[in-house]
């Protein structure tokens, strides 16, 4: 058989034939009911396919599909590692996976222990007791942790803090988060060595702060070295520090951020707890605060009601000063589960594993390639990522970090993460995560490198690439500004 590159896949609409049945449905054993007519259309041709025909439609789509149960997977910020099978046999169980938010909290209270567990090892992994499970991802953990910070001031009377600080460093939803709760975001620089210039912030916390939003390790891949001294300096203008945890997996068992001087933080379980999170979710963006910020936290949390293990109940209950919900019923269930698991599946022994190999693994790739892609902090020893610029390769050959990342798709390699964060030009975020192994590493820091040559010796096969793709290089603008939303055949 020949395999024709880069042929399109024929879409279902075109798959179909006039008299194809893809089931059989039995007769009605209800009363018909006629639709009003203003509800009913006749122009909706829907395509008459087979059975067979949708399946192999749809497998031949997936086998085009790049996941992280085929290679790695280096897309800085997102923490994209593999996930372990035991996850989706415990999300299959039928207590978990049948169970059904309107039940009777009596009926439910395997799922409810499950989710009371869940907030205590959050809580305590991130040294922060009070935990919500509410959020759906991570950019929603972030909205809740500062409406909690919001709230803590207004509860006091102290409606006259106006702005948030965001590090030009921070994950780039941190000002949007600000500007949502209805705050001016402050711009707070970084030094040379990368980390929250002090004079800076120090400039500008004063009594109409809010609070810091402090992304750590931060979107350069390194630890904020004066982490302390920057809570102190917030703590003292009357602000809070909210943590964006979404870099967990490079501190987990290791640093807590409660005891750093983090009074908020959020967590994205579909990156450190290894829910898969390709595709647009699902996530889970589980919030945890200092003890007496718990009484803000959405709800219902859940609770424990009685005392020994086998007396003990469950339920669910409102902070006495919630802010709300701010998702319907509790949270991304199951994505939770896929996060308990993992997390007992390591225990408290071994959790500081998982941050351990996946600093090596960004530092070994970094030592790989920081000599031919200049690293701007290559000085430093990076967390769980690093950054790189192919700046030097625009100025000397004309190509950009677009055209790396496009070729890089025919050494068979997801790219990495392109053109964030905006303080470095031409930037390259490489997240490889632990799951990756030496053998893996090397083989894309390969692809890497001799990208580099061709970049020196035949600079038009990146501008060309990808080459070998079912789709080569698209057209940006006009897919923005002409889109095509459905089938017009």
Do not use: W
Not at 8 to 35: M, N
Not at 347 to 376: M, Q, S
Not at 450 to 477: F, G, M, S, Y
Request: charged share 20%.
């Amino acid at each position: 058989m020949t395999i024709v590159a880069n042929k399109p896949e024929p879409l279902i609409y075109e798959l179909g034939a006039p008299g194809r049945i893809g089931a059989e449905l039995p007769k009605c054993d209800v009363p018909i009911t006629r639709l009003p007519n203003r509800l009913l259309r006749d122009d909706l041709k829907l395509p008459e396919v087979s059975e067979v025909d949708v399946v192999r439609h749809f497998t031949r789509l997936s086998q085009k599909n790049y996941c992280v149960d085929l290679g790695i997977y280096p897309l800085g910020s997102c923490t994209m590692k593999y996930n372990p099978k035991v996850n989706e046999e415990a999300v299959k169980l039928p207590g978990l996976a049948q169970i059904h938010p309107y039940q009777d909290e009596g009926s439910a209270q395997g799922a409810l222990q499950m989710l009371y567990e869940l907030q205590r090892m959050l809580g305590e992994i991130c040294g922060l007791p009070g935990v919500t499970l509410q959020p759906a991802a991570g950019a929603q953990g972030e909205l809740t942790g500062i409406l909690i910070v919001r709230a803590y001031h207004l509860a006091r009377g102290d409606a006259k803090r106006k702005k948030v600080l965001v590090p030009d460093s921070a994950h780039g939803t941190n000002p949007a988060t600000s500007s949502m709760s209805g705050y001016q975001v402050v711009q707070i620089k970084s030094d040379a060595r990368g980390n929250v210039d002090l004079d800076d912030l120090r400039k500008h916390a004063d009594g109409e702060t809010v609070g810091l939003m402090l992304t750590n390790p931060n979107t350069l891949g390194l630890f904020e070295e004066n982490i302390q001294e920057v809570c102190r300096i917030v703590h003292a203008a009357g602000g809070l520090v909210y943590g964006d945890g979404a870099n967990l997996n490079a501190i987990v068992g290791i640093a807590r951020p409660g005891d750093l001087g983090i009074d908020v933080l959020h967590s994205n379980l579909h990156k450190t707890f290894s829910v898969p999170h390709g595709g647009g979710g699902p996530g889970a963006g589980a919030v945890m605060v200092r003890q007496d910020l718990a009484k803000f936290l959405p709800g219902p949390i859940v609770v424990k009601v009685g005392g020994a293990r086998r007396s003990a109940r469950y339920a669910f209950a409102m902070p006495k000063q919630s802010i709300g919900r701010v998702k319907s019923f509790y949270g991304n269930f199951l994505a939770l589960v896929r996060a308990y698991v993992y997390i007992r599946a390591f225990g408290k022994e071994h959790l500081h594993e998982i941050a351990e190999n996946a600093v090596i693994n960004a530092n070994y790739l970094l030592a790989r390639l920081k000599d031919t892609y200049h690293a701007p902090f290559g000085a430093r020893r990076c967390k769980h990522e690093f950054v790189l610029t192919g700046k030097p390769f625009a100025d000397k050959y004309g190509v950009h970090t677009l055209d790396i990342a496009k070729r890089i798709q025919d050494y068979g390699f997801y790219p990495p993460t392109i053109y964030f964060p905006l303080t470095v030009p031409e930037c390259i975020m490489i997240e490889p995560t632990e799951s990756e192994s030496k053998a893996s590493l090397d083989e894309f820091a390969a692809a890497l490198l001799k990208i580099a040559e061709e970049a020196a010796t035949n600079p038009q096969v990146l501008k060309d690439a990808p080459h070998d793709a079912p789709v080569t290089r698209l057209d940006d603008v006009k897919a923005a500004r002409e889109p095509v939303l459905c089938y017009k055949g």
